[in-house]
């Protein structure tokens, strides 16, 4: 094996290749230290001139077929060349969820906090599933510095996940088997008896991936009702409620309602106490999927609609929406962890040396055996920059800005505002030209404003139709972005009308 001459003897290096860097992947230190800082510095100049980058581009297809058909080389390339394949191949082509114009979906830009923590866990390496290590502790304690500012008790545990879909896989998984264990059907013929009646409930506005993780955990569609939403799309505990007798009579087991704080397409919070109180009646769980809403108790003007939020029995949160975690970081918290420990704690010959009763490690509150500290250090790192006070701010930010884009579409002839809120997401319509396709128009306008790069915006069906959707949660986003999205859609729209006579 030859190694690069660059990554063993820079010019004029006086350190030397110490003994266990002798083998690729080491290097000389004096090498690493010279690309970390142009790494830096290369990351820090890109995050400053991104605002004046178009906020995506169209992939050439060589270039996609460059990164698809890459082949290993027999030989190493030096170290950096990683720096150069991010600047000229990864670089330009991002989703664009770091500019001030991006507004489709919720995705957030990267906090400086965080990208700075990310590194640094990464040099650290520790595995935040077994063993002992402060980042470890510092998971458990992020986890419940999340459940303070959610609102829910200080007995609260749980784990920090890849996002809000393996968050709602851990609750509806933990709900099940907490459901079965109480009944006494968690093996054997009562579980084979039992497990084929468990029906789950959840809005028909609830995030996809509530259905996803029900048929992970081994659901059936025909055991999953989604039940229709009120009039600004929340759930309604009144057809909640129908659904589940209706259920019970027919003899089999509701056993889980998924409440929504913050739906996708609309930002609607669903009904908390009601629900708490029919599980409660009922013995049913309580999961809420707060993956973009979760952390609404913090602001006063949202706090009312979070009144019972403590006394839910699962919370999805994702800090890497709101809080602009880097992408990589949901969370569940459990008031009662012992029931997350219930689901997941297996045990193992080769997993046993040094665990602590009283402290169990958190491979048994999730799947994931060797775990990342990123998520730990990064939401951390990104919650102390901010503060108790900086995490409102940023939220009430987003509601400003929010307020301000329905004021301006409401106001704009040929704009129609749909409902929408309290969560920060305006959806609208434009007028269209007669005898055009409405669902296909709105489509149509959303791929134009993303391919001419200087905004971008998504669609989302709101009472079975395809319209605008323009979601805020960008800390760099000001008003000015606002009445740039405003005229790429005005600009996209104009694209369609008949030219005037003598034009
Ligand atoms: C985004 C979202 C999810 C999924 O979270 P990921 O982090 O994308 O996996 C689930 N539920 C709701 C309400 C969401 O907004």
């Known amino acids: 094996m030859t190694r690069r001459l660059s990554d063993l003897a820079p010019a004029g290096c006086s350190d030397h290749l110490s003994p266990m860097d002798q083998l690729p992947p080491g290097v000389n230190p004096k090498v690493l230290r010279d690309e970390l800082a142009a790494a830096a510095e290369w990351a820090a100049r890109y995050l400053s001139e991104l605002a004046e980058e178009p906020v995506s581009r169209p992939m050439p297809a ?56 990310e590194l640094l866990a990464c040099a650290v390496n520790a595995t935040c599933g077994m063993g002992d290590n402060a980042l470890m502790d510092l998971e458990r304690g992020t986890v419940r510095m999340l459940a303070g500012l959610a609102g829910l008790p200080d007995t609260t545990g749980g ?26 059907s968690g093996d054997g013929a009562a579980y084979d008896r039992d497990h084929a009646r468990l029906t789950l409930y959840y809005s028909a506005q609830a995030h996809m991936s509530v259905a996803k993780a029900a048929a992970c955990i081994g659901l059936p569609a025909h055991r999953l009702r989604p039940v229709p939403a009120d009039a600004h799309d929340r759930l309604d505990p009144a057809a909640l409620r129908a659904a589940v007798t209706a259920d019970l009579d027919a003899g089999l087991l509701p056993f889980c309602v998924v ?56 919370l999805t949160v994702d800090p890497h929406k709101t809080l602009s975690v880097p992408v990589g970081c949901g969370a569940l918290l459990v008031p009662d962890p012992e029931h997350l420990h219930t689901a997941f704690a297996h045990r193992a010959s080769y997993l046993t040396a040094g665990e602590d009763d009283a402290l169990p490690w958190l491979s ?45 579409i409401a106001a704009q002839p040929g704009m129609e505002l ?18 055009e396709d409405p669902d296909e128009f709105h489509a149509r306008i959303a791929r134009r404003v993303q391919s001419r790069g200087r905004a971008y915006l998504a669609t989302v069906a709101v009472h ?40």
């Open 62 to 117: 060589t270039q996609r077929d460059r990164l698809r058909d890459a082949r290993l080389g027999r030989e190493g390339v030096e170290l950096g060349r990683v720096l150069d394949f991010v600047r000229e191949e990864i670089a330009p082509f991002p989703t664009g969820n770091g500019h001030p114009a991006f507004f489709a979906w919720v995705n957030s830009p990267p906090a400086p906090a965080g990208i700075i923590a």
């Open 418 to 435: 749909l409902a929408g809120g309290p969560w920060p997401v305006a959806c609208f319509r434009v007028t269209r030209p007669a005898g």
């Open 159 to 184: 784990v920090l996940t890849s996002g809000g879909s393996m968050a709602n896989l851990l609750a509806l998984a933990t709900a099940r088997t907490w459901f079965l264990t109480r009944r006494g």
């Open 259 to 314: 409440t929504t704080l913050g739906t996708t397409a609309t930002g609607a919070v669903d009904p908390l106490e009601p629900v708490t109180a029919l599980c409660r009646r009922t013995g049913m769980w309580h999961h809420a999927d707060g993956a973009w809403g979760g952390l609404g108790a913090t602001v006063p003007a949202l706090a009312p609609l979070y009144r019972g939020v403590g006394a839910v029995d699962s």
């Open 364 to 408: 048994h509150a999730t799947i994931e055996l060797t775990r990342p500290g990123t998520r730990a250090l990064a939401l951390w790192a990104t919650l102390s920059h901010l503060g108790q006070a900086g995490v409102t701010a940023l939220i009430e930010h987003y509601l400003t800005l929010a307020d301000e884009l329905r004021r301006r």
């Open 464 to 503: 079975g139709r395809t319209v605008l959707r323009a979601c805020l949660c960008n800390y760099r986003t000001t008003t000015d972005d606002l009445d740039l999205l405003i005229s790429e859609v005005l600009h996209a729209a104009a694209l369609d009308e008949p030219p005037h006579p003598g034009r």
